[in-house]
């Protein structure tokens, strides 16, 4: 099913894996390109920059061409139907499998942009096809076929292509269709949707760990690791306190007053605030990166889910009190870990980019921490920086 | 990361004994780095407390606790300072390694309560008086010379923007952008290129002279931006006129000399920077006199320009990146 040379795909792999133990010093120069002779790649599949460069352009060129095609055929009265966008998906599609088949372009960018507008183009062809044949039916079931129609084509796009953004498209496209079928065939629907949202992605996220664990499909590897995160946001999320009221209030069109409760309230609040720390928990236990960035993102989101209900203290004091919060956490778990405890350390284990990195953070934090607007006259002590600005403005 | 790999390769002939032992070796004893996750929470937390104290300062302008919320910020800022100072090392024309990532942010925190301090202090108390000049001036030697002497790359892309700042405009790309089509332009443009120019001045002596060549990069990304831009704009606000193609020539000129040095350095960045940017000015000009003629044929040889132009973009490219492999 998947396109590419799988041979090719394998070496990829190993050649990724070579490249770090090389980094880490695990390896010498002989034996990498021992490892490199021994295993060729031969797609076209350049750095992070040349990606988005060509990425980029294909979309021009895309644009660009259909444009110029639309412009032709204006007088044949033909670019109003759905079939004309239909042809454009398929032909864009036809020019994909062109690019990777013969020129054996992988994750080069062209691609990346001949997968997404093939597949928006074949998409809007389906939602022009259903507006003009059915403009009578209900809303709501709409959108059931249209998560429908897109976990059908993301996950035919996700066995050919293997790519991360549209497994991740698959999955959130299903459990949007589950959701959508729910609410119109369930019993007690919107009561029982959390509840059914949390037991689906808990299975999905289940099934992924299973097959990472197999290794039953190894060129999807990153695919499964993608769903398996997502799938532990939509967990949290679908147990959210915030989530589930507001979400609950808009769906039923019962504006619930301020301070009003919902059923189980207690249950969310507590599914609130504990899945962070049960994340948190199980990914330093089991040394899982996914679950413990994962866990610290959800306390931030826990945090804020809190203080939109309830405000106990001025943000700037939060603000400042948290801020010292993190920077000593982060102060003592540095100084406990000074030398290494337990399996784990503070210290950085070198992975080749480093030094990419470092400049990188540093035009960040110049970034953020300083970009303010200049040249208005308004004093500027909110952004936490002192801009200036003085040679226009008044103090 | 499995040591299946690796004993496969190691039948195959890949890799020796040795190295196979030292990998399995290391396997069991495997440690697991927080080094990021803690990084990011320095990170958040250095971001939250200077935005709190900001706020804080900004609401509280008016009631009494001036010299408590003033000397607050000072703590903080000295004692960061303190912290920093005492654990540095002597300063050297090379790199110096900082002693830990702690050490980074709580200088980017001392930078940044200090920068607070002197906004309070000319705000609260009009310490500079109308120099407003010298109100940004001294923030920025001050950040100038935390950079050089306590080798923080942050802390010089913060002395940069400053240097912008002073100069009244902003160095970042995407404000620079809004800030020129906001204002009437000349004196903005010519400023810009006035302080690119400089920046790439100044990245290419840090080089010549030896002294933190490391900050070779930071300068040059700045400046190239700016310079880029700048020259861009001085074309659009003169493309009225007959001589706004010196603009262009002008920027090739800068464009051969970022391409040679971005060869020197083999760094592909830079080399996409050239791409991009002349690729605009080229096609502003191509717009330009595509624009004269106006009947239908017109469009028709824009469409083509754009998609012939892009694809012989990707070529360029592709070329590029081989030749910087290559070097």
Not at chain 1, 184 to 190: P, Q, R, T, W
Not at chain 1, 204 to 219: S, T, V
Request: glycine residues 8%; neutral net charge; charged residues 15%.
């Amino acid at each position: 099913m998947i396109i590419y040379n799988k041979e090719w795909l394998n070496s990829t792999s190993i050649q990724h894996e070579a490249a770090i133990a090389f980094a880490q010093g695990d390896i010498d120069t002989e034996e990498h390109n021992n490892i490199k002779k021994k295993y060729p790649v031969g797609f076209y599949s350049p750095n992070i920059f040349m990606r988005a460069g060509i990425f980029l352009l294909t979309l021009v060129i895309l644009s660009f061409s259909i444009g110029l095609l639309s412009l032709f055929l204006y007088d044949f009265k033909i670019i109003d139907s759905f079939y004309y966008l239909l042809f454009l998906g398929v032909v864009t599609y036809v020019a994909l499998e062109f690019m990777v088949i013969v020129k054996h372009h992988y994750q080069s960018g062209a691609d990346d942009a001949l997968m997404w507008v093939s597949a928006g183009l074949l998409l809007f062809a389906y939602i022009f096809m259903m507006d003009s044949i059915s403009l009578s039916k209900k809303i709501q079931q709409e959108e059931l076929f249209i998560s429908g129609f897109i976990f059908l084509l993301s996950a035919y796009f996700t066995a050919r292509f293997a790519d991360i953004l549209i497994a991740i498209t698959c999955m959130l496209s299903f459990a949007a269709f589950i959701f959508y079928g729910w609410m119109e065939i369930g019993f007690y629907a919107l009561q029982t949707l959390p509840f059914l949202m949390m037991v689906l992605s808990g299975a999905i996220y289940y099934a992924a760990d299973l097959l990472l664990q197999r290794r039953m499909y190894p060129f999807y590897n990153n695919c499964i690791s993608a769903i398996k995160m997502i799938s532990l946001l939509l967990l949290y999320l679908s147990g959210n306190y915030f989530i589930v009221r507001e979400l609950g209030a808009s769906l039923s069109d019962a504006a619930l007053e301020e301070g009003q409760y919902i059923p189980f309230a207690w249950f969310f609040w507590l599914w609130t605030f504990i899945i962070p720390l049960l994340y948190i928990g199980f990914g330093l236990k089991k040394k899982d990166v996914v679950l413990l960035r994962g866990g610290f993102i959800l306390v931030a989101v826990a945090a804020f889910t809190f203080r939109n209900y309830y405000h106990i203290l001025p943000t700037e004091l939060v603000l400042v009190l948290v801020g010292i919060a993190l920077i000593g956490i982060a102060w003592f778990t540095m100084k406990y870990l000074k030398s290494p405890r337990n399996g784990f350390t503070a210290a950085e284990i070198a992975d080749g980019h480093i030094l990419d990195k470092i400049q990188v953070e540093s035009l960040i934090v110049g970034e953020t921490l300083s970009s303010q607007p200049v040249g208005t006259d308004s004093h500027r002590m909110g952004g936490g920086n002192f801009g200036g600005g003085g040679s226009s403005g008044s103090f | 990361m499995n040591t299946g790999l690796y004993e496969k390769l190691f039948e195959e002939g890949c890799i020796r004994q040795e190295t196979l032992d030292n990998i399995r070796e290391k396997k069991r004893n495997q440690l697991f780095s927080l080094h990021w996750e803690l990084k990011s929470l320095l990170y958040l937390g250095v971001m939250l407390l200077s935005t709190g104290l900001g706020i804080l300062i900004y609401k509280n302008i008016d009631t009494i606790g001036h010299q408590i919320i003033l000397a607050f910020i000072a703590a903080v800022c000295i004692g960061c300072f303190f912290y920093c100072y005492r654990r540095k090392k002597p300063f050297s024309k090379e790199k110096v390694n900082s002693p830990d990532s702690l050490f980074d942010y709580l200088l980017l925190l001392a930078c940044l309560s200090f920068l607070i301090f002197i906004g309070y202090l000319q705000f609260q108390y009009g310490v500079f008086g109308n120099n407003y000049g010298l109100a940004t001036f001294i923030p920025m030697l001050m950040l100038f010379y935390v950079a050089y002497d306590f080798d923080h790359l942050g802390i010089l892309s913060m002395a940069i923007t400053n240097l912008g700042v002073w100069l009244g405009i902003s160095v970042n790309p995407m404000t620079l952008l809004s800030n020129i089509a906001e204002s009437d332009g000349r004196t903005f443009i010519l400023t810009g290129l006035f302080l690119g120019l400089f920046l790439v001045l100044v990245a290419f002596l840090t080089e010549r002279f030896h002294i933190k060549k490391h900050f070779h990069f930071t300068y040059l990304h700045f400046g190239t931006h700016v310079t880029f831009i700048a020259l861009l704009f001085g074309y659009f606000e003169d493309s009225k006129n007959e001589f706004s193609i010196l603009w262009i020539i002008l920027l090739l000129v800068f464009t051969w000399y970022i391409y040679n040095n971005a060869i020197r350095h083999k760094s592909f960045y830079f080399l996409l920077l050239c791409t991009i940017y002349s690729y605009i000015a080229i096609s502003a000009l191509v717009i330009h006199f595509l624009v004269k003629g106006n009947d239908m044929g017109v469009v028709y040889l824009g469409f083509f320009y754009f998609i012939i132009s892009a694809i012989a973009f990707i070529k360029v490219l592709v070329h590029l990146n081989k030749k910087v492999k290559s070097l």
